[in-house]
């Protein structure tokens, strides 16, 4: 897991996406933007289902709808498909 104290020092306006914590891979950079939270979306997918016992479709559709679609501006985190 990150350490979400470094994601703070690194850029404190960064936002992270509650329950999905052990899924952190580390920060994203952009040219021209500040960093922001990189998660594994695989990661992020099988925390639903054990976590909330989802299906895997569930989880997929609760992620890309709740959770992605959850967008909150540039400090918005970004979600990685490996």
Known sequence: MYDIEKI???NPEALLADGFEEA???MCLQFAQE???AY???KCIN???KRDGMSREEAIE???YNVIGAYM???SPVFIIR
């Open 8 to 10: 703070s020092e690194i």
């Open 24 to 26: 952190i891979l580390g």
């Open 35 to 37: 960093p922001v939270v």
């Open 40 to 42: 594994d979306y695989e």
């Open 47 to 49: 925390v639903l289902i």
């Open 62 to 64: 609760y992620m890309d």
């Open 73 to 75: 501006g540039i400090y």
